[in-house]
């Protein structure tokens, strides 16, 4: 049977350095994704490639 999925999110208030959020909006807009998006993104990559040792 098919089941419709909504993933379950939390808000989080995180401070940033304001170039690096002007570079993160840059490129959310070049990709046409949300700003959100591309947060999410780039920390599930960090965490998948984290050096472990």
């Not at 049977?1 to 070049?30: D, G, H």
């Not at 599930?44 to 984290?50: K, P, V």
């Amino acid at each position: 049977m098919f089941k419709i999925s909504k993933p379950e999110y939390v808000n989080k208030t995180f401070r940033m350095p304001k170039e690096l959020v002007s570079e993160l909006e840059k490129l959310a807009q070049e990709q046409e994704i949300s700003l959100n998006q591309l947060v999410i993104q780039c920390c599930q990559y960090a965490l998948e490639h984290l050096d472990k040792d």
